[in-house]
């Protein structure tokens, strides 16, 4: 027992001592970001279109002649990633095992709400900044964090335009919406935006309906969608929701005038599904037609060129915001001209930029209020579905149809 | 409630499916197969696999379970043969280490997409447009009911099914009468996967594929064995049916965000239930 | 006690008092290490002690968290609002109300599973084998379901538990605040089960585990101990739960709370790794699985869950009996120093 402890004990020393605790914030002319991000487990899509759209950034800053300037040095970008495994709990691991292990003091968001909820309190904590690309939930905005900047639009403003338009099309008459939503933070988010756009247009809620994580069946929500008849019908719950959803729409032949829905292009939906999921709504942070323009990716369709180039695939909006993030640290950097994350930080605050993704500027919060969220439709041509942009009416690039027809006129 | 009731029974029908093919394991060999779940979405993705090549995915039903039965017999000659002697434990531990494993594999070999395959079948209304019922989900209920037959007939009469029956009922005495019994575990543990490659190519034209959704229905499959006590086919049918036509009433009654998790209590009730009937049958034989 | 046993617990207990002083930047890894140990040692009594197959021990664990967190909010805040995220308040604590509300939080946190245990226990803890371990998964499961509905504690969205207050320290105080919580709880878990398996309790439960009926006929109330045994673990558990909800500061249901699919699986693959049924067992187990964790986790990035399928296969397949047994086969002379004395006179004794 004895020399068995002391043998586990010193084994144990050596392993802790052994791994390099090198605080490496800044390693030579390379400035070190660190993210989490889900490799594995159920946001492992997500977590790859984040973590390419990182990359194809980091990429083509590092590729320019003037790539980071600071204190007339010129720095690269290089990221340590981590794999959360879509967990919560590990991703809050993590973070912790960045900032203090590898001593990285510029963090980069992982994917989903819910892991950016988790680890916003150990860099609020640590006083580490974070600019994050993927996580919409309303409630990091709403705990006072100072070091959380996200470049993307809250996930309530996903699908209000679409209750306006709705009402609009209604002839400004308050609509009824049914509504079912996925048991998470994001998806829990946009509902509270529906519950307000119905307020605000004094609009009803007949269903409100939650999903479990685990969802492939949502045939009784349905059901009573059928029975009730409502006017909109919106349904959030990543991929997996929205396959459910137009699946079980199209074989229970539920009519509705509107769908409305999150996670369209990440699923794959008007390819999957082609004309069933024909007069869907999709709320989308960003669409390559969209006449955003910057100097280091150009505009949308060439980002969208450039990412299908590198990775075989066209871009989900999930990977443009994660470039996107990547411009703000760079303009961050050189703006604040110095790596004391105090001063990054209030750089951060500062920005007020254009990408090809959009124009960035956070409020005190830390969220960024200067670009709309677009909303489009699936049109098919024939066998052919594709996503237009129906609204705002600057970027549409097709009329909305509405009301949708019903399935008996299909 | 008409809706719901058929959706249920429809539902029930392949959850019996798969629950068959965990009774017969567990009755034959003495195992709780935590992976059964995983190989159900092994399965449809066979059949998704077909349907990207531009095979009519409930073509799968034909071709998923051949290829799983091998998957199975290479799970047993691998990893279960190890554990079919030992304590129940081990075996729902190890199969649970496979089902993580072939988890990540899939994740690996198909990515985590949420995934869908066409069957096209169209819809039949009932009643007035009020009641609709998927043509795929009645195929499915179908097809279901045709292998649970076959297999039924299969056990009654082929060889092999005679040699799995005796060595259910006693495994020792069927080694003596000269039955390889490690080939009869062998071909168990791949029918199971084959009814398994079936339910799942089913699911597959049904509702979504995804790596990770396999757990819930290895739990379905598991309460409707116990509820049905092993080796009483036409009880897992039945309480297949029920515990389809329970989640779609709990859906309705409580709300779906707790569907799940009404399951997993009713499994906890019928289990606690259980136990407080069978120790008072203990107390009246004394 | 022999001497060079005493010099062992006084290097492992010096290694636990000055380690978040030497590596400074681990601190919070071997917090977690502690509290891995802690899921693995309670485990054990039902696991290893007493036979019980326990896949839902998580649920202690997770109600320990909400209620932890829910007592240091709703003690001064309206809970409601705070775990909305719709509202647009923010809610600070004072150091006196984080502190205060932190204690009553980890006495309730510690009470309330026990209670659970205590009442839950009669009607499940009468299922033996496999019927308990699939009940108790099936527990666990809904347990983690059932708080993703409730919308006074997040629901899906989860909660963040209270921040550490301004104006006491830095971040480096608060995570040896947690670390020692965390190292202080492990030691008195173990000292407690150690004592309470050399008492005639630790005798019961290993007779319930060897042949429950003829220890029920012997005229032990069996029942009554395996409840004990329960609350036991589920007292620790609860502990264990508030500090980890405090630590992560965010508490989800399905994935922190009742994570049965990482912690769940985690303590039961712990105490097999480490020997299940011995006292060390479960605290080298956890140890050891925290580190290749920790170590080489990392290294695998997006492999690690094969990496991890495949050891559950290694392990239970082909080591079932652990470290503790795999030494025992192997240095059998040296085994009286391994071994705990008391435990292994128990041990033998009723062989």
């Given at each position: 027992m004895?020399?068995?402890?002391?043998?586990?004990?010193?084994?144990?020393?050596?392993?802790?001592?052994?791994?390099?605790?090198?605080?490496?914030?800044?390693?030579?002319?390379?400035?070190?970001?660190?993210?989490?991000?889900?490799?594995?487990?159920?946001?492992?899509?997500?977590?790859?279109?984040?973590?390419?759209?990182?990359?194809?950034?980091?990429?083509?800053?590092?590729?320019?002649?003037?790539?980071?300037?600071?204190?007339?040095?010129?720095?690269?970008?290089?990221?340590?990633?981590?794999?959360?495994?879509?967990?919560?709990?590990?991703?809050?691991?993590?973070?912790?095992?960045?900032?203090?292990?590898?001593?990285?003091?510029?963090?980069?968001?992982?994917?989903?709400?819910?892991?950016?909820?988790?680890?916003?309190?150990?860099?609020?904590?640590?006083?580490?900044?974070?600019?994050?690309?993927?996580?919409?939930?309303?409630?990091?905005?709403?705990?006072?964090?100072?070091?959380?900047?996200?470049?993307?639009?809250?996930?309530?403003?996903?699908?209000?335009?679409?209750?306006?338009?709705?009402?609009?099309?209604?002839?400004?008459?308050?609509?009824?919406?049914?509504?079912?939503?996925?048991?998470?933070?994001?998806?829990?988010?946009?509902?509270?935006?529906?519950?307000?756009?119905?307020?605000?247009?004094?609009?009803?809620?007949?269903?409100?309906?939650?999903?479990?994580?685990?969802?492939?069946?949502?045939?009784?929500?349905?059901?009573?969608?059928?029975?009730?008849?409502?006017?909109?019908?919106?349904?959030?719950?990543?991929?997996?929701?929205?396959?459910?959803?137009?699946?079980?729409?199209?074989?229970?032949?539920?009519?509705?005038?509107?769908?409305?829905?999150?996670?369209?292009?990440?699923?794959?939906?008007?390819?999957?599904?082609?004309?069933?999921?024909?007069?869907?709504?999709?709320?989308?942070?960003?669409?390559?037609?969209?006449?955003?323009?910057?100097?280091?990716?150009?505009?949308?369709?060439?980002?969208?060129?450039?990412?299908?180039?590198?990775?075989?695939?066209?871009?989900?909006?999930?990977?443009?915001?994660?470039?996107?993030?990547?411009?703000?640290?760079?303009?961050?950097?050189?703006?604040?001209?110095?790596?004391?994350?105090?001063?990054?930080?209030?750089?951060?605050?500062?920005?007020?930029?254009?990408?090809?993704?959009?124009?960035?500027?956070?409020?005190?919060?830390?969220?960024?209020?200067?670009?709309?969220?677009?909303?489009?439709?699936?049109?098919?041509?024939?066998?052919?579905?594709?996503?237009?942009?129906?609204?705002?009416?600057?970027?549409?690039?097709?009329?909305?149809?509405?009301?949708?027809?019903?399935?008996?006129?299909? | 409630?008409?809706?719901?009731?058929?959706?249920?029974?429809?539902?029930?029908?392949?959850?019996?499916?798969?629950?068959?093919?965990?009774?017969?394991?567990?009755?034959?060999?003495?195992?709780?197969?935590?992976?059964?779940?995983?190989?159900?979405?092994?399965?449809?993705?066979?059949?998704?696999?077909?349907?990207?090549?531009?095979?009519?995915?409930?073509?799968?039903?034909?071709?998923?379970?051949?290829?799983?039965?091998?998957?199975?017999?290479?799970?047993?000659?691998?990893?279960?043969?190890?554990?079919?002697?030992r304590d129940l434990f081990i075996?729902?531990?190890?199969?649970?280490?496979?089902?993580?494993?072939?988890?990540?594999?899939?994740?690996?070999?198909?990515?985590?997409?949420?995934?869908?395959?066409?069957?096209?079948?169209?819809?039949?209304?009932?009643?007035?447009?009020?009641?609709?019922?998927?043509?795929?989900?009645?195929?499915?209920?179908?097809?279901?009911?045709?292998?649970?037959?076959?297999?039924?007939?299969?056990?009654?009469?082929?060889?092999?099914?005679?040699?799995?029956?005796?060595?259910?009922?006693?495994?020792?005495?069927?080694?003596?009468?000269?039955?390889?019994?490690?080939?009869?575990?062998?071909?168990?543990?791949?029918?199971?996967?084959?009814?398994?490659?079936?339910?799942?190519?089913?699911?597959?034209?049904?509702?979504?594929?995804?790596?990770?959704?396999?757990?819930?229905?290895?739990?379905?499959?598991?309460?409707?064995?116990?509820?049905?006590?092993?080796?009483?086919?036409?009880?897992?049918?039945?309480?297949?049916?029920?515990?389809?036509?329970?989640?779609?009433?709990?859906?309705?009654?409580?709300?779906?965000?707790?569907?799940?998790?009404?399951?997993?209590?009713?499994?906890?009730?019928?289990?606690?239930?259980?136990?407080?009937?069978?120790?008072?049958?203990?107390?009246?034989?004394? | 006690?022999?001497?060079?046993?005493?010099?062992?617990?006084?290097?492992?207990?010096?290694?636990?008092?000055?380690?978040?002083?030497?590596?400074?930047?681990?601190?919070?890894?071997?917090?977690?290490?502690?509290?891995?140990?802690i899921l693995a040692l309670t485990w054990d009594v039902q696991g290893g002690q007493m036979g019980y197959n326990s896949f839902?021990n998580?649920?202690?664990?997770?109600?320990?968290?909400?209620?932890?967190?829910?007592?240091?909010?709703?003690?001064?805040?309206?809970?409601?609002?705070?775990?909305?995220?719709?509202?647009?308040?923010?809610?600070?604590?004072?150091?006196?109300?984080?502190?205060?509300?932190?204690?009553?939080?980890?006495?309730?946190?510690?009470?309330?599973?026990?209670?659970?245990a205590?009442?839950?226990g009669y009607?499940i803890l009468g299922l033996r084998g496999h019927y308990f371990a699939?009940?108790t998964?099936?527990?666990?499961?809904?347990?983690?379901?059932?708080?993703?509905?409730?919308?006074?504690?997040?629901?899906?969205?989860?909660?963040?538990?209270?921040?550490?207050?301004?104006?006491?320290?830095?971040?480096?105080?608060?995570?040896?605040?947690?670390?020692?919580?965390?190292?202080?709880?492990?030691?008195?878990t173990f000292i407690f089960l150690k004592w309470a398996y050399q008492t005639r309790f630790g005798l019961i439960l290993n007779a319930i585990r060897d042949n429950e009926d003829k220890a029920e006929a012997m005229g032990i109330y069996t029942m009554r101990y395996k409840i004990i045994g329960w609350i036991v673990s589920a007292f620790f558990l609860?502990?264990?739960?508030?500090?980890?909800?405090?630590?992560?500061?965010?508490?989800?249901?399905?994935?922190?709370?009742?994570?049965?699919?990482?912690?769940?699986?985690?303590m039961v693959?712990m105490a097999i790794l480490g020997g299940k049924g011995t006292l060390w067992g479960p605290v080298i187990g956890?140890?050891?699985?925290?580190?290749?964790?920790?170590?080489?986790?990392?290294?695998?990035?997006?492999?690690?869950?094969?990496?991890?399928?495949?050891?559950?296969?290694?392990?239970?397949?082909?080591?079932p009996e652990g470290i503790m047994g795999w030494l025992r086969e192997?240095?059998p002379?040296?085994f009286g120093?391994i071994v705990d004395e008391a435990d292994r006179k128990a041990q033998v004794e009723l062989k």
């Amino acid at each position: 027992m004895y020399k068995f402890s002391l043998v586990f004990l010193s084994a144990l020393a050596l392993l802790l001592g052994s791994i390099s605790t090198s605080f490496s914030k800044v390693e030579g002319d390379t400035i070190i970001l660190g993210a989490a991000v889900s490799l594995t487990g159920k946001y492992s899509t997500n977590g790859k279109h984040t973590k390419n759209g990182y990359e194809l950034a980091v990429k083509r800053i590092n590729g320019r002649a003037a790539k980071v300037q600071v204190g007339g040095k010129d720095y690269k970008f290089k990221i340590i990633y981590y794999d959360d495994e879509s967990n919560a709990g590990r991703a809050a691991q993590l973070a912790e095992k960045l900032i203090k292990q590898d001593g990285v003091k510029y963090m980069l968001g992982p994917y989903s709400s819910g892991l950016t909820k988790a680890i916003a309190p150990v860099t609020e904590e640590n006083k580490i900044p974070m600019v994050e690309a993927n996580g919409a939930s309303r409630s990091l905005f709403t705990k006072g964090y100072k070091y959380l900047f996200a470049v993307l639009s809250a996930a309530n403003q996903y699908l209000e335009v679409a209750i306006d338009l709705a009402v609009e099309k209604n002839g400004g008459k308050p609509v009824n919406i049914a509504m079912a939503f996925e048991q998470d933070a994001f998806s829990q988010d946009v509902r509270l935006g529906i519950v307000d756009a119905a307020k605000r247009t004094g609009s009803k809620i007949i269903i409100d309906d939650k999903l479990p994580k685990e969802l492939n069946d949502m045939a009784a929500t349905l059901a009573k969608v059928k029975a009730t008849k409502p006017d909109v019908l919106v349904v959030s719950g990543h991929s997996k929701g929205a396959l459910t959803a137009i699946r079980q729409i199209s074989e229970m032949k539920v009519d509705v005038p509107m769908l409305a829905m999150t996670h369209c292009d990440a699923s794959k939906l008007a390819k999957q599904h082609g004309e069933k999921s024909e007069y869907a709504l999709c709320a989308a942070q960003w669409h390559k037609t969209l006449s955003y323009r910057d100097k280091y990716f150009g505009s949308g369709k060439k980002f969208d060129k450039d990412f299908t180039a590198e990775y075989g695939y066209a871009p989900p909006y999930q990977a443009a915001e994660s470039a996107a993030a990547l411009l703000v640290w760079k303009d961050a950097f050189e703006r604040a001209n110095s790596f004391d994350t105090e001063k990054v930080r209030d750089a951060l605050a500062a920005t007020d930029m254009q990408t090809f993704y959009g124009n960035i500027k956070f409020s005190d919060a830390g969220q960024n209020i200067a670009k709309p969220m677009v909303l489009f439709q699936v049109i098919c041509d024939g066998d052919k579905c594709e996503n237009k942009v129906v609204a705002p009416t600057e970027w549409a690039s097709a009329e909305l149809i509405h009301p949708a027809p019903a399935w008996s006129e299909r | 409630m008409v809706q719901a009731s058929l959706d249920g029974i429809l539902l029930g029908v392949l959850f019996a499916l798969i629950a068959y093919g965990m009774a017969l394991q567990w009755g034959v060999m003495n195992i709780i197969n935590i992976a059964q779940g995983e190989l159900v979405i092994m399965g449809g993705y066979i059949a998704y696999f077909m349907y990207t090549a531009g095979i009519h995915p409930a073509l799968g039903i034909i071709v998923s379970p051949i290829i799983m039965y091998f998957v199975g017999w290479f799970l047993y000659k691998t990893v279960i043969y190890k554990v079919v002697d030992r304590d129940l434990f081990i075996s729902i531990l190890a199969t649970f280490g496979i089902s993580i494993l072939t988890q990540q594999l899939m994740n690996f070999i198909f990515g985590a997409d949420v995934v869908v395959a066409q069957s096209n079948f169209g819809t039949t209304m009932l009643f007035d447009n009020s009641v609709t019922l998927p043509n795929a989900k009645i195929f499915s209920a179908l097809v279901s009911i045709i292998f649970a037959i076959a297999l039924v007939m299969y056990m009654k009469k082929s060889r092999l099914g005679r040699a799995i029956r005796a060595t259910a009922q006693n495994s020792r005495a069927a080694k003596i009468l000269g039955v390889d019994t490690e080939k009869v575990y062998a071909a168990t543990f791949g029918i199971n996967a084959a009814l398994c490659g079936v339910a799942g190519s089913l699911i597959a034209i049904t509702f979504t594929l995804h790596p990770y959704v396999g757990l819930p229905y290895t739990v379905r499959s598991f309460m409707i064995v116990i509820v049905a006590g092993l080796g009483n086919l036409p009880g897992v049918a039945l309480s297949g049916m029920g515990l389809g036509v329970f989640e779609e009433f709990a859906d309705y009654i409580l709300g779906t965000e707790f569907r799940i998790g009404s399951v997993f209590m009713l499994l906890v009730f019928i289990l606690v239930y259980r136990r407080f009937k069978l120790s008072r049958k203990r107390e009246y034989l004394k | 006690m022999k001497g060079n046993k005493l010099i062992i617990y006084g290097l492992l207990l010096a290694f636990g008092l000055a380690a978040p002083f030497i590596f400074p930047a681990y601190k919070l890894q071997i917090s977690f290490m502690w509290i891995l140990v802690i899921l693995a040692l309670t485990w054990d009594v039902q696991g290893g002690q007493m036979g019980y197959n326990s896949f839902g021990n998580i649920l202690f664990f997770g109600i320990g968290m909400y209620i932890c967190a829910g007592i240091q909010i709703g003690m001064f805040f309206p809970l409601a609002e705070w775990t909305s995220s719709g509202g647009e308040k923010t809610f600070l604590h004072t150091p006196s109300q984080y502190f205060q509300g932190f204690f009553v939080g980890l006495v309730l946190a510690s009470i309330v599973p026990a209670i659970v245990a205590a009442l839950i226990g009669y009607g499940i803890l009468g299922l033996r084998g496999h019927y308990f371990a699939i009940c108790t998964l099936g527990l666990g499961i809904a347990a983690g379901e059932i708080a993703g509905g409730i919308e006074l504690i997040g629901a899906g969205q989860g909660m963040t538990a209270p921040p550490w207050p301004k104006g006491i320290g830095d971040t480096e105080l608060r995570s040896e605040f947690f670390y020692f919580l965390c190292f202080i709880l492990m030691v008195v878990t173990f000292i407690f089960l150690k004592w309470a398996y050399q008492t005639r309790f630790g005798l019961i439960l290993n007779a319930i585990r060897d042949n429950e009926d003829k220890a029920e006929a012997m005229g032990i109330y069996t029942m009554r101990y395996k409840i004990i045994g329960w609350i036991v673990s589920a007292f620790f558990l609860g502990i264990a739960g508030g500090l980890m909800g405090n630590m992560v500061g965010y508490i989800e249901p399905t994935e922190i709370a009742f994570a049965g699919a990482t912690y769940g699986v985690f303590m039961v693959l712990m105490a097999i790794l480490g020997g299940k049924g011995t006292l060390w067992g479960p605290v080298i187990g956890a140890v050891a699985f925290h580190i290749f964790k920790e170590g080489f986790w990392t290294f695998f990035l997006g492999w690690q869950y094969v990496a991890l399928g495949a050891l559950i296969v290694v392990i239970v397949v082909f080591f079932p009996e652990g470290i503790m047994g795999w030494l025992r086969e192997k240095y059998p002379e040296k085994f009286g120093e391994i071994v705990d004395e008391a435990d292994r006179k128990a041990q033998v004794e009723l062989k």
